[in-house]
């Protein structure tokens, strides 16, 4: 008779002290009152030895999950069940009179549960459980709670859809499955083999000791010398990294000084890019200029090429974008433009002219002199027709500090004008505003200035200027590379692609 039991799935509690045992039924001995266990599971976890065996003194309750039937079905009533998993209805067994041995009692086929359909959502369906299912609503809350407080509680697939399931809780029907097959959802997703849950944490820490880092590093670095494949270097050089505007691509070596003058220049600058800009004498600068307008560069070119680069100078100067646009019309900048008698001041008239054009609020001071230079009286009527205001005397200049004083009263050849009240007042007037000072085409240092500049512009190629010239800046005037080459300067353009580069100090 006990050996019609064998191959059942039973659950034995042994009590608070041993807790609650699983597993397949794999003998039972009558005489000794012994019940083995194969493969079980203590507290829902699995045990490391492969069987246990039992005393009837220390059960006190045992319960049959399973009973195989005819061809190893694993059938108990009704309904199928997956080995070692917890089925729904189960046959119970109670403790005898003597305590010694236990009486089987049959489940009751009469009160079979009812079908209900597969509950796919916990929140929206209930299921039903059936009267033999209430009796042992208890001790499934003991159960799920022994699990819950154990000691290596894995809450993962099997272990917990498996072994925390109701005894005798009826399996949920499925509708609406391919080929009507009854499977459920968690069992497709999470239903894996329990055995194959590891009984350790898998240490991390030493499995990366085992790896050597260093080593494998060095056998690829040794494959890669062999195999040739970094042709470039060394392994253990870093590869050269190029900035957006500098060339990768291999090329002569750059001359820097690209500008030969005939004379040693006592005074040098040099570019952003590195490029030597060599200073000259003002004869060989007044020789250039008088060849080039001879070619055709007349006064009127020069005057007007110096203009647009000085008012686009002064324009930066001023703000640029920032300053200058539609929704700055309450910060319109204002600028005092000092000129002298002399085509130093038409140069200075015909930047007036374009910064007027470019809403810039122009004051021009002029002395007066009853005959002026042809270059004087054309660049004023041109002024004229601009928004600019002309002045004649120190009083009508503002009180207030201005945005920018442009200085254009210096001349090279007329040192006399240096005595005239009128420069002296307007000298002393600079000095006093307070605004930044910027002098297009100053004398040479020999002459002493009267007002400090903050920034200087020269014309073509530098001047020899003094420390009160302040920064200087070189403005291309057009003139062609021959014209240098007559005079003889081996030129070469150092604008790129400006037409007012900054010059440094070497």
């Not at 807790?19 to 599971?41: E, K, M, N």
């Not at 560069?297 to 920032?322: D, F, H, I, K, Y």
């Not at 240092?445 to 420390?467: F, H, N, R, V």
Request: with cysteine; hydrophobic share 30%; glycine share 8%.
């Amino acid at each position: 008779m006990a050996t019609d039991w064998l191959g059942s799935i039973v659950s034995i509690n042994c009590g608070e002290s041993l807790g609650v045992y699983q597993g397949r039924v794999s003998a039972v001995d009558q005489v000794s009152q012994t019940i083995s266990l194969t493969r079980p599971f203590h507290n829902g976890v699995k045990c490391l030895v492969p069987e246990v065996t039992f005393r009837a003194g220390d059960i006190t309750e045992l319960k049959i999950l399973e009973i195989p039937g005819p061809g190893d079905s694993r059938q108990c009533g009704d309904q199928q069940h997956s080995e070692m998993g917890i089925p729904g209805v189960g046959c119970q067994v109670g403790p005898s009179q003597n305590g010694n041995g236990k009486t089987l009692k049959k489940p009751m086929s009469s009160s079979a549960p009812q079908n209900i359909p597969r509950r796919t959502d916990m929140k929206n369906q209930d299921i039903i459980i059936s009267p033999q299912q209430q009796c042992s609503k208890s001790y499934m809350d003991r159960h799920v709670e022994t699990l819950t407080q154990s000691k290596g509680f894995r809450r993962r697939h099997n272990s917990w859809s498996s072994s925390s399931r109701h005894p005798n809780q009826v399996t949920p029907k499925k509708s609406g499955l391919k080929n009507g097959q009854m499977k459920n959802k968690d069992d497709e997703c999470f239903g894996d083999d329990i055995d194959e849950i590891p009984d350790t944490d898998f240490d991390f820490e030493g499995n990366l000791a085992l790896f050597d880092k260093a080593a494998v590093f060095e056998e690829i670095e040794t494959y890669e010398r062999r195999s040739g494949t970094r042709s470039r270097g060394t392994p253990n050089e870093k590869p050269a990294r190029y900035r957006h505007d500098e060339n990768i691509l291999e090329s002569e070596p750059i001359v820097y000084r690209r500008i030969v003058v005939p004379q040693n220049a006592n005074k040098e600058f040099c570019t952003d890019s590195g490029l030597v800009v060599p200073c000259v004498s003002y004869e060989l600068h007044k020789k250039l200029l008088s060849v080039a307008e001879r070619h055709g560069l007349t006064l009127e070119r020069r005057l007007e090429m110096t203009g647009v680069c000085a008012s686009q100078m002064a324009l930066s100067l001023l703000g640029g974008p920032n300053r200058l646009n539609p929704k700055n019309v309450h910060q319109r900048p204002t600028v005092a433009l000092l000129c002298g008698p002399h085509v130093k001041g038409a140069q200075g008239i015909s930047c007036g002219r374009h910064l007027s054009n470019h809403d810039v609020h122009v004051i021009l001071f002029l002395p007066n002199f009853v005959k002026m230079l042809e270059s004087i009286t054309n660049e004023l009527n041109l002024f004229s027709k601009t928004q600019g205001q002309q002045v004649s005397s120190v009083k009508d200049l503002p009180d207030t500090p201005v945005d920018l004083v442009i200085n254009c009263l210096d001349c090279h050849e007329n040192a006399f004008l240096r005595d005239q009240p009128w420069y002296k007042a307007v000298v002393d007037w600079a000095n006093q505003n307070r605004a930044p000072v910027l002098s297009i085409d100053p004398p040479i240092s020999e002459m002493e200035l009267g007002i400090d500049a903050k920034w200087s512009l020269a014309l073509g190629l530098p001047l020899p200027l003094g420390e009160r010239a302040g920064r200087v800046y070189l403005c291309d005037i057009g003139i062609p590379q021959k014209v240098f080459q007559e005079v003889g300067i081996n030129y070469h353009s150092p604008f790129g692609c400006k037409f007012v580069i900054p010059l440094h100090s070497t």
